[in-house]
Nanobody, 127 residues
Framework: QVQLVESGGGLVQAGGSLGLSCAAS????????MGWFRQAPGKEREFVAA????????YYTDSVKGRFTISRDNAKNTVYLQMNSLKPEDTAVYYC????????????????????WGQGTQVTVSS
């Protein structure tokens, strides 16, 4: 079992940057691929980025490619999302999620592949 706690959300102007962190409990963090999702008001929760167990493989949704970077530190049980060149349409509650994986390179992209979720952190980008 793993518990996830996000931090780092806030209010930022368009074009600015923000970094999110997600701390995981337990001693099995390195057995989980990690993902970031977001949910804007009135919209479905959508995939943003994923990173494999090893950290060697990443995947991004098209709308954030070149602007967001996902990374992890398995020694600190933490996954990060660095967000640059933020746009008002990036405004959402951001959730981190964990997906138990056997293979070291898998980057899950669907909500149903993730069995553990954090409580979310609000990111607001003003125009």
């Amino acid at each position: 079992q793993v518990q996830l706690v996000e931090s780092g959300g806030g209010l930022v102007q368009a074009g600015g940057s923000l970094g999110l962190s997600c701390a995981a409990s337990g001693r099995t963090f390195s057995t989980y691929a990690m993902g970031w999702f977001r949910q804007a008001p009135g919209k479905e929760r959508e995939f943003v980025a994923a990173i494999s167990r090893s950290g060697g493989s990443t995947y991004y949704t098209d709308s954030v490619k070149g602007r967001f970077t996902i990374s992890r530190d398995n020694a600190k049980n933490t996954v990060y999302l660095q967000m640059n060149s933020l746009k008002p349409e990036d405004t959402a509650v951001y959730y981190c999620a964990a997906s138990r994986q056997i293979t070291a390179w898998t980057t899950p992209r669907e909500k149903y592949e993730y069995g553990h979720w954090g409580q979310g952190t609000q990111v607001t980008v003003s125009s």
